[in-house]
């Protein structure tokens, strides 16, 4: 990371201690700001973000460790992630999942080699009345079938 | 996103209500009088664990601190639950009011909603209406000119957790650590988020107060049975014609509701989502309500063409990958549950070790420190009961006759 790089995520960082206030429970709100903005959590800001609350580094790693919605390492610009729950599958989520890995040519988990998308499964996304379900980023689309669910991925940015 | 604006019929949570009547309501009531109204309600949580909200209200607010806080626990991660999507969406006066008698009630002066990070769209929306009951003095200080009362609601996202949903691991995520469970006593009602007094309720339980406080407690309670009043909503998904959120009153049999939905050829009905129990078709004279088949509200129908191993293994994956990992029977239980499935799948498994995994399964049952790996058992319990033929059937060389 270049410097200027660095010393920009730094003040970022403390605009952010500054909104959410310098206390712990701060914590996952400012994390989910970074992981928004840069969809992962790099280790200097982690770093950052211990030193600015006075916390240790390794409780902050511990709580990115824990939530399945942070991550430690870099993702796709677009983050597909399809409903793996009982009645999306029955409704047919498996030949989603094939279209989108076919389409894509990467297998779910992975990221494609443009950047472009990451692709994972979910867990329940609450709407199994609507099912097969899938969320990308925080925009949620449901009833999809295989040329729907790759028409949506097709028209991200 | 595109939401689907529906009509929906039900007797209490969907019946009319005008925006602010109930909050216009309690303002200069003695608290003692709501706690009253509730208890003569018998209004039971709607989360999944049914305690009853007077006495969780009257505990609350019988703690004698300055802070005290209402959490709206929106996380609903349950498999197959999707009714406070719906509310929050469609009836957010409800769960907002719900909680404005609560701060009022227990003497809180600051509600949360936590949000699970799937509803993340609902963010905006819901703090668009928390603007509007700013500017009309429904929040924020001095709510209707009453200067004793202050009351603001913030929103706190989740991410990603299924155990976050249980009260105490919520509050450990709210303070910004590991959603991890903890120990109880002491109960989040004396000591929860930052260690003081806070009331979680689910957003239905919440939606349901403003009905009782302007209809009456004796209204409510003519709906449903006596041990469980009112209605439910439930999450009906699965092999029917009709899916979606319905509201019901409790002792409502299976039958029916699989009628209502359109659901046909139907073999299996999961109530409760992932984590409750699988009924088979002599059991669908069963009851809704907490004496009975209890539930969150989730209905998952399978018909005929279903395998419930496939089923059973989809509910064990889940476990495996949602259990915090603090302790031995949940951590360990449920990955050789899973490998269990796995092996009946293959036809490599012996009764004996079964048997084995049932007392397992019933450890963990006792065992286990939150409702995450007390109940993950129930599906592997109910379905290798109820579906024992089928299951036993399915092994390569065994009878394929049905
Ligand atoms: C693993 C687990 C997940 C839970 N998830 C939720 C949930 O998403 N929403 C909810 O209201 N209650 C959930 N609960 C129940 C809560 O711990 C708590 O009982 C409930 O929020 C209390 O509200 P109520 O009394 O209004 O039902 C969960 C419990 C467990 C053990
Ligand atoms: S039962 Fe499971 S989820 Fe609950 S504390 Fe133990 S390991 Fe964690």
Known sequence: MLIEEKSSLVREIEEFVKLYGKKRSSLLPILHELQNKYRYISDFAQQEIARQLGIHPVEVYGVISFYSFLNTEPKGRNLVRICQSVTCDMHGKENIVKAIERELGVEIGGTTKDNKFTVEYANCLGLCDQGPAMAVNDRVYFNLTPEKAVKILNEAK | ?402
Request: glycine share 12%.
């Open chain 2, 1 to 402: 996103m595109e939401i689907q604006k529906t009509i929906r019929k039900g007797s209490v949570i969907f019946s009319s209500y005008e925006k602010g009547s109930a909050i216009k309501k309690i303002i200069g009531l003695p608290r003692e009088d709501i706690l009253l109204e509730l208890k003569t309600s018998k209004l039971k949580g709607r989360g999944g664990a049914g305690f009853p909200v007077s006495t969780k209200w009257m505990l609350t607010a019988a703690a004698i601190e300055d802070e005290k806080y209402i959490v709206c626990n929106a996380d609903e991660g349950e498999p197959g639950t999707f009714k406070d999507r719906v509310l929050l969406t469609e009836y957010t006066e409800l769960a907002l009011e719900g909680m404005i008698i609560g701060g009022y009630t227990i003497g809180a002066k600051k509600g949360i909603i936590y949000l699970r990070g799937e509803y993340e769209y609902l963010m905006k929306p819901l703090q668009k209406k928390i603007e509007e009951y700013k500017n009309e003095n429904l929040l924020g200080k001095s709510i209707l000119g009453n200067e004793e009362f202050d009351f603001d609601i913030s929103i706190f996202l989740g991410h990603g957790s299924y155990v976050c949903g249980e009260e105490t691991a919520l509050i450990e995520s709210l303070e910004g650590h590991r959603g991890e469970a903890r120990n109880r006593p002491p109960y989040p009602v004396n000591q929860g988020f930052m260690n003081k007094p806070t009331a979680v309720n689910n957003v239905e339980t919440l939606a349901t107060i403003p009905h009782i406080i302007t209809k009456g407690a004796e209204w409510f309670a003519q709906f449903g049975t006596d041990k469980s009043s009112g209605t439910k909503l439930l999450s009906i998904s699965g092999d029917c014609e009709k899916p979606g959120v319905y509201e019901l009153p409790w002792g409502t049999t299976i039958k029916e509701v699989l009628e209502l939905a359109g659901a046909k050829n139907t073999k299996a009905v999961q109530v409760g989502g992932a984590s409750g129990i699988c009924l088979n078709k002599t059991q669908f004279d069963r009851k809704l309500g907490y004496e009975d088949a209890g539930t969150g509200g989730s209905i998952i129908i399978f018909d005929e063409s279903r395998d419930m191993l496939q089923v059973l293994k989809n509910f064990m994956e889940f476990f495996v990958e949602e259990s915090c990992g603090q302790c031995t029977p949940c951590r360990i239980g449920n990955v050789k549950l899973l490998e269990g499935v796995k092996m009946i799948e293959n036809g490599d498994f012996t009764f004996r070790y079964l048997e084995k995994l049932k007392e397992l399964a019933g450890t963990m049952q006792v065992a286990s420190k939150c409702g995450l790996g007390q109940s993950s058992p129930n599906p592997f319990l109910s379905i290798l009961e109820n579906f024992k033929d089928e299951i036993l059937n399915s092994v390569p060389g065994g009878n394929y006759e049905r």
